[in-house]
């Protein structure tokens, strides 16, 4: 756990260190130039979008059917150019995760379980033409959330780490970016010993559409 609060704590750090960066200089700067006459392929910003969450995997002996939950994700990003068709973009990311299920067991009924998470995506930023790149790396997540039907649980029965990785197309537009995004996780949501699910083997995967701004 110390590890991940380590890495978000990194990551903030270098949003800090680059916003800070680009304040203080008196050179222009515009990340959002196209083609390769931009002098760089960096810059950083905010984005936010609709998550279309469900789990994949073994449901195990309560859960008959699991199904989607549109709900949110938002955040920040920033860019480092590599080469001019290259470059490397982490992220951090508060995203709402979850899924439906018609569970037969101690919970009963059609019940919706929704996990907050703060994602912290590594991505590499490949340009497929002036303004459409292809983005694709590895994925970790801290569980900070667990509420089922509005009712918050005790996280004790859950993995508070996950990992996994994410994936997806992105559009540049002048000052915007529009994309969309496939995430999915490799740690079981629940524990060995979670009584509301005992034998599944569920894993968190979600669906992406967002807008971003960059300055």
Do not use: C
Request: aromatic letters at 14%; proline letters at 3%; hydrophobic letters at 40%.
């Amino acid at each position: 756990m110390k590890k991940i609060y380590l890495l978000l704590f990194a990551i903030s750090f270098t949003f800090s260190a680059w916003a800070q960066k680009r304040v203080t200089s008196t050179d222009p700067i515009n990340h959002n130039l196209e083609g390769k006459s931009a002098a760089e392929n960096s810059g950083f910003g905010l984005k936010g979008g609709l998550n279309i969450a469900t789990a994949y995997g073994n449901p195990g002996r309560f859960f008959t059917a699991t199904g989607k939950i549109n709900t949110f994700h938002a955040g920040a990003y920033v860019q480092f150019s590599i080469t001019d068709n290259f470059s490397l973009q982490p992220e951090i990311l508060f995203s709402r995760k979850g899924f439906e299920a018609s569970n037969s067991g101690v919970a009963g009924g059609i019940n919706k379980l929704v996990f907050d998470y703060f994602d912290v995506p590594l991505l590499f930023s490949f340009r497929l033409l002036n303004n459409i790149s292809l983005q694709l790396g590895p994925q970790a997540s801290v569980m900070m959330t667990v509420k089922m039907d509005d009712r918050e649980l005790d996280k004790a029965g859950y993995n508070s780490f996950d990992y996994g990785a994410a994936g997806g197309l992105e559009g540049r537009f002048s000052a915007f970016r529009v994309g969309a995004r496939y995430n999915r996780s490799f740690e079981n949501i629940y524990k060995d010993d979670n009584v509301l699910s005992p034998g599944n083997d569920l894993k968190n995967q979600v669906i992406q559409v967002y807008l971003g701004v960059g300055f």
